[in-house]
């Protein structure tokens, strides 16, 4: 129940973060990389979008110290309903009611997942063996989004490479962080210094966050919003049971997971479209 709570309030924190880094974004015209970065950097709801996302790293590592990365990271699906809701008062955008119907589906669908896949696990940290092929698919899939996202490509297409690969970076930054946090509790800050996954972490998080705002920049919120959503939630499960040997539940359970995979989808990609204005 700690770990859970603490995840919603990291999704919440998340979500004004995304909100206001959208509006920081939506006044971009050019640019990108490091570039887009530092005209960033001069608008105020930037600067409160990345506090948020601060407040959201924190919030993340006390759930995951405290229950299964396969329980904790689908809860920040719960991102995208609260950046909406937050977003479009910001944009002085109206909420339609197909939009509160697409927001109890994904809440709906997201209760029916966890409650039927009940993931469990206490393992904080992994052998190198398992590792090494992690890092290499996630980073490999990350630097495949860079080059397929390049100035050039079709809009909404750059949008959702990009989108993919910041998704797999919040993913293995949430395995690393995990590690990392695990060590802090166990060995203290010492510990946690010497570790190579605190610096894992920040490098992928930073990653994750420049792959992020350029896919913001790059298309509209429906070609980016679902892969970053479901991709992070799906990778991050993958990560779980494959590094840190957490389990979920298998057999005829996997129909009801089935069925709230399908609303959170159906959800996320109506919400993705509900406001088609919003970058």
């Not at 995304?18 to 015209?29: C, D, H, I, L, Y």
């Not at 290499?136 to 397929?148: E, K």
């Not at 949008?159 to 690969?165: E, F, H, M, N, P």
């Not at 799906?234 to 399908?262: K, Y």
Request: proline share 5%.
């Amino acid at each position: 129940m700690l770990a859970a709570l603490f995840a919603v309030m990291g999704a919440a924190s998340n979500a004004v973060g995304t909100a206001f880094q959208r509006k920081a974004a939506s006044t971009v015209t050019r640019g990108g990389g490091l570039r887009l970065l530092l005209e960033l950097a001069h608008r105020p709801a930037w600067v409160i979008g990345i506090g948020g996302v601060v407040g959201a790293a924190l919030f993340q590592a006390l759930a995951l110290v405290n229950g299964p990365m396969a329980l904790v990271q689908p809860l920040f699906v719960l991102e995208l309903p609260f950046a909406l809701l937050i977003a479009a008062p910001l944009l002085h955008r109206r909420l339609p009611g197909a939009g509160w119907w697409a927001i109890a589906g994904v809440v709906t669908g997201l209760a029916l997942v966890l409650g039927s896949a009940a993931p469990s696990g206490v393992q904080n940290q992994a052998p190198m063996m398992r590792w090494i092929p992690a890092l290499a698919l996630c980073l490999g899939t990350m630097a495949t989004a860079v080059v397929l996202g390049r100035p050039g490509r079709p809009p909404l297409f750059r949008a959702a490479a990009l989108a993919t690969g910041s998704a797999v970076g919040n993913a293995l930054t949430a395995a690393l962080l995990k590690s990392a946090s695990g060590t802090f509790s166990e060995d203290g800050l010492v510990g946690f210094l010497a570790s190579w996954q605190t610096y894992g972490f920040a490098l992928t998080g930073v990653s994750a966050v420049l792959l992020l705002e350029n896919a913001l920049q790059a298309g509209w919120l429906a070609a980016s919003q679902p892969a970053l959503t479901i991709g992070d939630a799906t990778v991050s499960l993958l990560l779980g049971v494959t590094l840190f040997g957490e389990e979920i539940r298998t057999g005829w359970w996997l129909l009801p997971e089935a069925i709230g995979v399908g609303l959170i989808a159906w959800g996320v990609l109506r919400l993705s479209r509900v406001v088609p204005s919003m970058r």
